[in-house]
């Protein structure tokens, strides 16, 4: 079946600095991604919908100059924690949708800010 | 934003009873589908259900759908003490084209 990879599957970082989320689609064209976050013993908050060659669509309360995303390619979507804050501390998981419309979700990524 | 609810948020059984989750959304649906998270994992694809279908079986999980209530519910039976996670529904909002999640239910199977 499809497979989303994410990278890095953690990452610990101080207050202040910025970090990046890669999101990829390793065996099908992905024209449409997304990003959810999850806090603990919560469910999935859908993001921001990630678009190939165009701007994301963020979700009403999701700030776009902190979260910043890039979809450069069919394969591959980014999102950048920028002037990272402890509150920001979550577990981020990507998806990718298919030509057929499937979502397939990637493994996530568990940010610690220090 | 969050499509609905699921209820219970929290269920703990024996392990070989039957576990019962619903899920209420609002919007017009093109599917509905559960996943299943072990706890700091990722999403395990359940089952997905459309909205023409009433129910769905797959395994040891069966899913029903009514749309005019605009609910879902996922029974597994026999359960295991492997089931002890957490459940989703998502729905693909029709008219939006993205997945919204219920809040979960997490189930416990005690040996």
């Known amino acids: 079946g499809a497979v989303v990879s994410q990278h890095p599957s953690w990452v610990i970082c101080k207050s202040g600095t910025s970090v990046k989320i890669e999101c990829r689609s390793l065996d099908f064209q992905a024209t449409t991604m997304f990003w959810y976050r999850q806090f603990p013993k919560q469910s999935l908050m859908l993001m921001a919908t990630?678009?190939?060659?165009?701007?994301?669509?963020?979700e009403q309360g999701v700030e776009k100059d902190k979260f910043l995303i890039n979809h450069a390619s069919l394969t591959l979507s980014t999102l950048t924690v920028t002037s990272a804050h402890p509150e920001d501390s979550s577990f981020y998981i990507c998806?990718?949708?298919?030509?057929?419309?499937?979502?397939?979700f990637g493994p996530g990524t568990r940010l610690t800010v220090t | 934003s969050q499509q609905g609810e699921e209820d219970p948020q929290a269920l703990s059984i024996q392990e070989g009873e039957n576990a019962t989750m619903n899920c209420s959304y609002k919007t017009s649906i093109n599917n509905l589908q559960w996943y299943r998270q072990n706890s700091g994992r990722g999403l395990v694809h359940l089952i997905l259900i459309r909205s023409n279908e009433r129910e769905k079986h797959s395994g040891r999980l069966r899913v029903t759908l009514d749309t005019s209530k605009k609910s879902s519910s996922l029974l597994i039976t026999a359960s295991r003490a492997a089931d002890t996670a957490s459940y989703f529904c998502?729905?693909?909002?029709?008219?939006?084209?993205?997945?919204?999640f219920g809040q979960g239910t997490r189930l416990t199977i005690n040996p």
């Open positions: 998502a729905t693909d909002d029709q008219g939006a084209q993205k997945l919204v």
């Open positions: 990630s678009n190939e060659g165009s701007k994301a669509t963020y």
């Open positions: 998806s990718a949708r298919d030509p057929v419309s499937t979502q397939y």
